[in-house]
Nanobody
C-alpha cells in the first residue's frame, strides 16, 4: 500500500519561510496531479496548491505570490515552498496525489505561524 510521508512543518515567526516535502513510499503510476491541502482548527480542508503532470499549477488566492509548488515526476515527490508566512497560514498541511482512479493522502504536518 502506498503511503505519503510529509516533512518540513514546524513553528515559524510571521514573515518567515518553510518548505514542505512529500514523498511516496513506492512509485505511483499514472499520476494526474499532486498537491497540498490544509485544514485549520474549526475549518474545512482547503486546497492550497496543485500541480498537474504537465506542470500546470493552481494556487489558492490567499497564497498566490507567496507559495510555490514543485514536483519531481521521477521521484514522485512534491514540495511546497512557503514564504512570507502569516498567522492565518497556521494549519495542518496534507499532501495529496490524484491518479484519477485513486486519491492518496498523507498523514499531515503541522505548520504554526506565531510570534
Amino acid at each position: 500500500q502506498v503511503q505519503l510521508v510529509e516533512s518540513g512543518g514546524g513553528l515559524v515567526q510571521p514573515g518567515g519561510s518553510l518548505r514542505l516535502s512529500c514523498a511516496a513510499s513506492r512509485r505511483i503510476f499514472s499520476i494526474y496531479a499532486m498537491g497540498w491541502y490544509r485544514q485549520a482548527p474549526g475549518k474545512q480542508r482547503e486546497l492550497v496548491a496543485v500541480i498537474t503532470s504537465g506542470s500546470i499549477t493552481n494556487y489558492a488566492d490567499s497564497v498566490k505570490g507567496r507559495f510555490t509548488i514543485s514536483r519531481d515526476n521521477a521521484k514522485n515527490t512534491v514540495d511546497l515552498q512557503m514564504n512570507s508566512l502569516k498567522p492565518e497560514d497556521t494549519a495542518v498541511y496534507y499532501c495529496n496525489v490524484d491518479t484519477r482512479a485513486i486519491i492518496y493522502w498523507g498523514q499531515g504536518t503541522q505548520v504554526t505561524v506565531s510570534s
